[in-house]
């Protein structure tokens, strides 16, 4: 299994950004999907996640409003917009793929993860 995530850069505070991720190697729509952050010095957060369909999306509370996740299993792609960006949102993105269909924020039901890819957001 392989997940490429990318998008990532450096934005100003209240700017946007669309991070991708590919995954290859297992069929996409048996799988939810989620992104995780992690800033410097601090543990991996639960960010947003996607059930296998699409219908179902979960979002931590610091980024619900200004996130948007979502997939297209034709393409085997998960997104995820961010608006309004603000400084601490700046960490390296992950997104990983959860060992059931449903929509998960524990890091502990995800089972492959991405390379990661840096956002930071400057003040």
């Known amino acids: 299994v392989q997940l490429q995530a990318s998008g990532g850069g450096s934005v100003q505070a209240g700017g946007s950004l669309r991070l991708s991720c590919a995954m290859s190697g297992r069929t996409f729509s048996n799988y939810g999907m989620g992104w995780f952050r992690q800033a410097p010095g601090k543990e991996r957060e639960f960010v947003a996640a996607?059930?296998?369909?699409?219908?179902?999306?979960s979002y931590a509370d610091s980024v619900k409003g200004r996130f948007t996740i979502s997939r297209d299993n034709a393409k085997n792609m998960v997104y995820l917009q961010m608006i309004s960006l603000k400084s601490e949102d700046t960490g390296v993105y992950y997104c990983a793929i959860d060992r059931s269909a449903h929509a998960t924020s524990s890091p502990d039901n995800y089972y492959y993860w991405g390379q990661g890819t840096l956002v930071t957001v400057s003040s």
């Open positions: 996607i059930n296998w369909s699409g219908r179902t999306t």
